[in-house]
């Protein structure tokens, strides 16, 4: 595969001559897979015109109707299910069971998005005057940019983009520059499906040039970030002096909580997905591993050894359980928090190294199991990388306080039997997604996804809350009494 690929502005794939390109490589070989340009202010301004001049006609396009197109879209995909989960796995490493998955994923959202064409609610209610009626509408809030990472390079875009175009924006994607193949097939879908030009727009380059310049235009009129948490202050900062409003979805440092009564073989079965799937280069992977001390042998014994079976390699073959790493700056990191957990005299356990004989030039590490303490910055900072560190602790009080003494606060999992425990950690986890007896991944796209503290800024993407960031609510009054009436003024 070697494609030349442009933006998409107004319906049509462009390449202006002079712009520099970047390539996107499979990292489980290297291999080019496509170019792309790099955009520069210049470029964004082009596809946020684009979007502007749209938007107007999508704002009045029936609601239902652009429900139509984007069912129509999940349609192609699932047409292209094979085709596209194969793609995820070559240009992010992710094997490809779960390729597959971030494209299912994609069509359950679009599906699910769709039906909001015909919802789209808002409330009737009382008025305080006679003859009047009043109701809350949900609008479209103009031009919004939609900026995505490139660790789900499929569902991630459309979480965004099925909400802002049910909803009736216009947009302007920038997808991470490690994964714009996955971006560009992704519009393709929407083009097939008879999505009208000018309603959705992408510009490929760096998040500093066409990222900035998406966040800082006057003419975008909203944003949504998924990514880190630097570039989430950093584009909260800047849209902050525009009033834009913004929706941050950043890191996370999910724990898992084992506690003496629990089923062990399901809690490691659950570890390993959540630790290891994705090779922990998911927001809500699981980082930490918190146990209650009369089983902790018995889990470090199982875990170690289920950890040393898993299969390392191409992440396209059925066979393997973990890819590389997405790149080599995600190698450099894992490797630089290996050697922090050592220094800071955490004991490596297994792995913290490369791996992989046979594809020597892929990004390939192995699952790294760490016995930690609290406080280490293994166990505080976001990794991203299969880099679990392990604590024993004596009691439930203990497990939730450390538990919740980090700044992230997405996702926590709890395995027990005890259903007063499980009901008290659901009280007290403080993240916005909490399983019980199952990993801290595994999203479904109608409950509402996001987190608490420096995960974002409050708000929840997907589920019935999806709509919340790309509308706005504007309040109605209809007065049929012919007279002039006054709210809160004595007669
Ligand atoms: P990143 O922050 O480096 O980049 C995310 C996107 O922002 C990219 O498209 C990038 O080009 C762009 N960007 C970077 N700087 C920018 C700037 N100054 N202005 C505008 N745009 C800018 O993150 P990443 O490495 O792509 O993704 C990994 C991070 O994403 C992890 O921290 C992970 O936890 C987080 N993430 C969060 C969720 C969630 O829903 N909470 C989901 C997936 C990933």
């Given amino acids: 595969m070697d494609e030349k690929y442009g933006f998409y502005i107004n319906g049509e794939w462009t390449r202006p001559a002079d712009r520099e390109t970047f390539e996107t490589k499979n990292p489980a070989t290297r291999e080019k897979l496509a170019e792309f340009p790099l955009g520069n202010e210049e470029d964004t301004r082009e596809a946020i015109e684009a979007a502007e001049d749209a938007f107007q006609d999508w704002k009045k396009t029936p609601a239902p109707e652009r429900g139509n197109i984007i069912l129509k879209a999940a349609q192609i995909m699932k047409e292209k299910k094979d085709e596209l989960g194969n793609l995820v796995s070559s240009e992010m490493g992710k094997i490809i069971e779960e390729g597959r998955g971030d494209v299912q994923e994609s069509i359950d959202f679009l599906e699910y998005i769709a039906g909001e064409g015909r919802r789209l609610l808002g409330e009737t209610t009382t008025s305080e005057l006679k003859n009047k009626f009043s109701m809350t509408v949900r609008q479209p809030i103009g031009v919004v940019g939609c900026i995505t990472p490139w660790n789900f390079p499929t569902a991630i875009p459309c979480w965004k983009i099925g909400a802002a175009l049910v909803s009736g924006n216009t947009i302007v994607f920038k997808p991470a520059s490690m994964t714009p193949l996955c971006a560009a097939k992704l519009i393709e879908c929407f083009e097939e499906a008879g999505l009208p030009e000018g309603v959705l727009n992408m510009v490929t380059g760096p998040g500093s040039v066409v990222g900035n310049e998406i966040v800082e235009n006057d003419h975008v009129d909203s944003i949504s970030f998924t990514g880190g948490v630097d570039a989430g202050v950093h584009v909260y900062r800047n849209a902050a002096n525009k009033l834009k409003p913004v929706e941050l979805e950043l890191g996370g440092k999910n724990p898992q909580i084992i506690m003496n009564d629990a089923n062990i073989n399901l809690a490691i079965e659950g570890i390993l997905f959540g630790a290891f799937g994705s090779q922990g280069q998911r927001c809500t992977a699981t980082s930490r591993l918190i146990v209650q001390d009369s089983v902790y042998d018995e889990v470090m014994e199982k875990l170690v050894k289920r950890t040393k079976d898993l299969s390392i390699g191409d992440p396209v073959d059925p066979k393997v359980d973990m890819g590389p790493l997405s790149s080599e700056q995600q190698l450099k990191t894992y490797l630089e928090y290996v050697e922090i957990g050592k220094e800071e005299g955490a004991e490596l356990i297994y792995g913290g190294e490369l791996d992989g004989e046979q594809y020597r030039d892929g990004y390939f590490v192995k699952p790294t199991i760490f016995e930690a303490e609290h406080g280490m910055r293994i166990t505080k900072e976001e990794i991203f990388a299969p880099v679990l560190s392990v604590m024993k602790v004596k009691d439930y009080d203990e497990a939730i306080r450390i538990a919740n003494d980090v700044e992230y606060g997405l996702s926590s999992?709890?395995?027990?039997?005890?259903?007063?425990?499980?009901?008290?950690?659901?009280?007290d986890f403080e993240t916005g997604i909490t399983y019980v007896n199952a990993p801290t991944i595994g999203a479904e796209v109608h409950?509402?996804?996001?987190?608490?503290?420096?995960t974002g800024n409050g708000g929840r993407e997907a589920g019935t809350t999806a709509i919340e960031e790309f509308t706005e609510i504007k309040t109605v009054f209809i007065d049929y009494s012919d007279?002039?009436?006054?709210?809160?003024?004595?007669?």
Wanted: hydrophobic share 40%; glycine share 6%.
């Fill in 413 to 427: 999992s709890i395995y027990t039997r005890d259903v007063n425990k499980a009901f008290e950690a659901i009280d």
């Fill in 483 to 491: 007279k002039l009436q006054k709210a809160q003024i004595e007669e």
């Fill in 447 to 454: 409950l509402p996804f996001g987190g608490v503290k420096n």
